[in-house]
C-alpha cells in the first residue's frame, strides 16, 4: 500500500470508526431514556411506518452515490445530474406515500399511522438533497467531515426526541427524532461542503451509472424488505406490543452490528475501489481487514448473547423483558455480518455488483423459505430460521469473492477462528456467573470487568501487534490533544 494510500485509509478508518461508536453511543444513550420513557407499543407504531421510508431512501439514491464515488473522474456533469435526479425521485415518492398512507394504516389496522406516515415521509425529500454532497466527501475520503456532521445531527435530533418524550408525545417523541436527523445532516453537510447545484443535468449520466446502479439499487431494495420482513409479519398478525418487542430488539443489536458494517463499508469501498485492478495487494489488503475485524466484532457479539438479560433489565427496566430472546438471536444472526458486507464491499469495488445482487437474491430466498418453514411455530423460530440463513449466506458471499480474487474459505476461517474461539471463552466466562450471582446490577458490573480484563489480556497476549497500534494511536491522540 503507497504511503499516500495507507495515510488515507487509515485517516478514514480513525474517523469512521470515530463517527459509528460516536453515533451510535449517542444514540444508545438517548434510546435508552427514550424507552425507558416510552411504551413497546410506541415503537411499534414506529416499525411499522418507517419500513416506508426505508424503501425511499433506498429508491432516491439508487445507487448512484457509490456510482459517482468509483467513477475515479466524476465532474460536475455527473453531480449534478445525480443531484437533480434524486430531487425528481425524492418528490415523486413523497407524492405516492402522502396519498398512502390511508392504505397502510388499513392495512395494519392502526389509524394512527395515516398522521404518523405523512409526517415522518418528510425524511424523504431532506435526505434526497443531501446525498450527493455525502458522496463528495466518501469519494474524497473526508470521513472527519462526515462524522462532525452526523455526531451533530444525532446530538441535535436526539435531543429534541428527548424533550418530546418528557413531555409524553408519546410516538411523536420517535418521528420526530427521525425527521429532525436528516433535517439537521441536511444543513450541516451543506455547511461544511459548500458545493452548490449548477443548472447542469444529463440523461447519458443516469444511463452510464445505470448498468453499474442496478444492481446496487436492487440489493439494496432487497436488504431494506428483508430487514423488515419481520415486523411485517408481527405487524399483520401478532400484537402492537409484539413488533414493539422486535424493533427495539434489532436497533439494540444493530447500534453494535451497524457500527462494524458502517465502519467497513463507509472506508472501506472507497480504499478498495483505488486497487481494484491489483489483485495481490487487494488480496492482501482485505485479509488485513479481516483479521482486524474479528478480533473486534466476535468477541462483542458473542458476549451480548451472554450477557443479554441482566444488560436489557437494568437498563431498560422489566417492560422490555420480552425482547431479551430477540435481541439474543438477532446478535447471533449479526456474529458473520461484518464479514459478509466486507465481501459484498470487494466485490462491488471490483465492479461485480451483479454478483452481489445475486448473493443477496440467494439470501433473501434462503430467509423466505425459513419464513414458510418456521412461521407456525412463533417469533423465535422465525428468528432461528434466520440465523441459519445470514450463516449459510456468508458462506456463498465467500464462494463468490474466491472466483473474484481467489479468497478461500479456508483462508477466512483461518482469519477469524482465533478471535471466534476468544470470543466464546469469554462469554461463557461472564455468562457463569449468572449462576453465582443473583442481583442483576452487580451481575452486570461483574460481567463488566470480568470481559474488559479477559479481552485486554487476550490482545495483549496473541495480538501484540493490535495491542501496539492501539497503544500508539491512544498516546498520539493525548499528545495532540495536549499540544492543541
Not at 406515500?97 to 399511522?113: D, V, W
Not at 415521509?121 to 475520503?141: C, D, G, S, T
Not at 445505470?210 to 405487524?235: A, D, K, M, R
Not at 428468528?383 to 474466491?402: E, P
Amino acid at each position: 500500500m503507497s504511503d499516500n494510500l495507507k495515510q488515507k485509509t487509515l485517516s478514514a478508518l480513525t474517523w469512521t470508526t470515530v463517527d459509528r461508536f460516536g453515533q451510535q453511543s449517542v444514540q444508545f444513550i438517548i434510546g435508552l431514556v427514550l424507552a425507558r420513557l416510552l411504551s413497546p407499543d410506541d415503537y411499534g407504531l414506529f416499525g411499522l411506518v418507517t419500513i416506508f421510508a426505508a424503501l425511499s431512501f433506498v429508491l432516491i439514491e439508487s445507487g448512484f452515490g457509490q456510482a459517482l464515488i468509483r467513477k475515479k473522474d466524476a465532474n460536475d456533469t455527473d453531480f449534478n445530474s445525480v443531484f437533480y435526479f434524486n430531487i425528481f425521485v425524492s418528490a415523486l415518492l413523497y407524492f405516492i406515500l402522502y396519498f398512502s398512507t390511508p392504505a397502510i394504516a388499513n392495512f395494519f389496522k392502526q389509524p394512527q399511522l395515516i398522521n404518523i406516515g405523512r409526517v415522518i415521509f418528510i425524511a424523504i425529500l431532506f435526505n434526497a438533497f443531501y446525498l450527493v454532497p455525502f458522496a463528495k466527501m466518501v469519494k474524497e475520503m473526508d470521513f472527519k467531515t462526515v462524522a462532525k456532521v452526523n455526531l451533530s445531527a444525532t446530538i441535535l435530533s436526539g435531543s429534541c426526541g428527548v424533550v418530546l418524550a418528557f413531555m409524553h408525545f408519546g410516538v411523536w417523541a420517535l418521528v420526530t427524532q427521525q425527521v429532525s436527523f436528516h433535517f439537521f445532516r441536511m444543513i450541516a453537510y451543506y455547511n461544511f461542503v459548500r458545493w452548490r447545484p449548477k443548472r447542469i443535468f444529463s440523461f447519458s449520466v443516469i444511463r452510464e451509472f445505470w448498468s453499474f446502479s442496478i444492481h446496487i439499487l436492487g440489493t439494496s431494495l432487497l436488504n431494506v424488505v428483508f430487514n423488515n420482513l419481520y415486523i411485517l409479519i408481527l405487524g399483520k398478525f401478532y400484537q402492537k406490543k409484539e413488533v414493539g418487542y422486535y424493533t427495539y430488539a434489532n436497533k439494540l443489536s444493530e447500534t453494535f452490528n451497524f457500527t462494524f458494517q458502517q465502519i467497513l463499508l463507509g472506508s472501506t469501498f472507497s480504499m478498495f475501489s483505488q486497487i481494484q485492478d491489483d489483485d495481490e495487494r487487494f488480496k492482501r489488503i482485505f485479509r488485513e481487514f479481516s483479521k482486524k475485524i474479528s478480533i473486534i466484532t466476535l468477541p462483542v457479539m458473542t458476549v451480548l448473547v451472554a450477557v443479554a438479560y441482566p444488560f436489557i433489565i437494568v437498563l431498560l427496566t422489566n417492560k422490555w423483558a420480552a425482547s431479551v430472546p430477540y435481541f439474543q438471536l438477532l446478535c447471533l444472526a449479526s456474529l458473520f455480518t461484518p464479514f459478509y458486507s466486507l465481501n459484498m464491499s470487494a466485490l462491488n469495488a471490483r465492479g461485480n455488483s451483479k454478483g452481489t445482487f445475486i448473493i443477496e437474491t440467494i439470501k433473501k430466498s434462503l430467509i423466505l423459505i425459513s419464513v414458510f418453514v418456521c412461521f407456525q411455530y412463533g417469533v423465535i423460530a422465525l428468528l432461528w430460521g434466520y440465523v441459519i440463513a445470514c450463516f449459510i449466506s456468508y458462506l456463498i458471499s465467500t464462494i463468490y469473492l474466491k472466483r473474484e480474487i481467489k479468497i478461500y474459505i479456508k483462508h477466512q476461517i483461518i482469519d477469524i477462528l482465533p478471535s471466534l474461539f476468544f470470543g466464546i471463552v469469554i462469554a461463557l466466562a461472564a455468562y457463569s456467573l449468572s449462576f453465582i450471582i443473583s442481583n442483576l446490577h452487580i451481575l452486570l458490573l461483574c460481567q463488566f470487568f470480568l470481559v474488559l480484563i479477559m479481552y485486554w489480556f487476550i490482545v495483549y497476549k496473541y495480538q501484540p501487534e493490535l495491542y501496539k497500534q492501539a497503544i500508539d494511536f491512544i498516546s498520539d491522540k493525548i499528545n495532540t490533544l495536549k499540544k492543541k
